[in-house]
């Protein structure tokens, strides 16, 4: 039996329903309207704000819903000229990045040789990797390679970039980067 993509995905879709919704799908029932109408009730109340994915450059905009200040549902805006209201399955999961009680939320460190972490203070952390960041670049900077050229680098340093890291954020930190002398600079969204 050929199976395309789209049904693989409507079958399973079935499949993970409860077995009433499952039923009715199996007898023919369209449970688009239903899921349609669920939809529209659940954001019914809710303000609707014009946001863009953080994930990537394509800048997929999305219409974030919130409701008395919380995040209730995040999802593509159908007035997008490029994304026509999709959104990729990392995009889709946009929502989790807010809302998502196994994200850590304070800084841990785990000291050489020990066993357990510990809790840091954000200022004390950023301290410690500004002092280890100009240890380690004053310690191999290179101004000149033997040839007598230019360099001015030190490639004990590397940077990685994550996919949330925005046009502004990424401006910054290639200046800071290229300013220390750092050439091995990369982001995520690429490996
Ligand atoms: S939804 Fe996907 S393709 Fe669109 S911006 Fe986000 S990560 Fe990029």
Not at 32 to 39: C, T, V, W
Not at 51 to 62: E, F, L, M
Not at 65 to 74: A, M, P, Q, R, S
Not at 132 to 156: I, M, Q, S
């Amino acid at each position: 039996m050929d199976l395309s993509r789209r049904d693989f995905l409507k079958t399973s879709g079935s499949a993970f329903t409860g077995t009433a919704l499952g039923g009715l799908a199996s007898v023919g029932a369209s449970l688009a309207p239903a899921l349609a109408q669920a939809q529209e009730l659940r954001i019914k109340h809710a303000k609707a704000i014009p946001s863009v994915c953080p994930y990537c450059a394509v800048g997929c905009a999305t219409l974030v819903h919130t409701v008395e200040g919380k995040i209730i549902n995040i999802e593509g805006d159908p007035r997008s000229p490029h994304n026509e209201g999709t959104l990729c399955p990392k995009g889709a999961a946009i929502y989790q990045l807010h809302v998502n009680p196994n994200r850590p939320t304070k800084v841990l460190h785990r000291a050489p040789g020990a066993t357990a972490w510990e809790v840091w203070d954000l200022d004390r952390a950023i301290d410690r990797v500004a002092a280890l960041t100009k240890k380690t670049r004053d310690e191999t900077f290179v101004e000149r390679l033997e040839n007598g050229k230019l360099a001015n680098a030190t490639t004990a340093i590397f940077s990685l970039g994550g996919a949330t890291l925005d046009g502004e954020w990424n401006h910054i930190q290639q200046k800071l980067m290229r300013g220390l002398g750092i050439v091995a600079i990369e982001n995520q969204a690429r490996i």
